[in-house]
């Protein structure tokens, strides 16, 4: 289905003792800001620069070819390497015009991405969700998934309602989202809020450790 994704900026910020980039408690930020694809990696998706509300971000679309069902569509980040950490970005999405009229759209990131671009976690929103009429539908606006082993229609129908939640949304619209991650753990907050919309306590691709150091007395 084809869909508007824009990413006007995202800050990385990995850290801790559960990680794969920093040593110790050292702890290193990055701020990407998205207005072209440049250092970005492109797998069934097309990006071009465009201006949304004024702000300056990367409009990313589903790639003019015929891939398979329930391929990914994902525009990562070359060189970095994410295990545990903080994530933030402000995003859009909103189906594309031609797109039916029961098209709901969706909108995300991904993370702990692995090599064959079929492996990851996610969180991502609903737009066309957050405000709709049904409230069965407005409790899917914000959704986990992990693949390939963890679709959404097998985490619904396996835990219905614990890896989605409702939270506000305006198709199109500026949304800014963070997400925690620790380990086996991972928090998405909305619109800047103080408390979570999802949490996500059994990450289903595990928790990542490396460079432990350990001295006895």
Known sequence: MSKFIAIVAITV?????????ATGAETRASRYM?????GLKLHNVTAEPATLEGKKGLRVTSADQRHEPLSE???TIANI????????AEIAG????????GARGFVGIAFRVQEDMRTYDAFYLRPTNGRAGDQERRNHSAQYI???DWPWFRLRKEAPSKYESYVD??????TKVKVEVNGTEARLYVHGNEQPTLIVDDLKSGAHFRDLFVEPR
């Open 34 to 38: 998205l207005v072209s694809a440049e």
């Open 81 to 88: 390497e994410f295990s545990s950490g903080t994530f933030e």
């Open 13 to 21: 910020l990995t850290g801790g003792a559960v990680q794969t980039q």
């Open 73 to 75: 569509e994902l525009a």
């Open 94 to 101: 909103a189906p594309a015009p031609e797109a039916g009229e």
């Open 169 to 174: 949304l305006v198709p199109g619209a500026w």
């Open 146 to 148: 992990s693949h390939p």
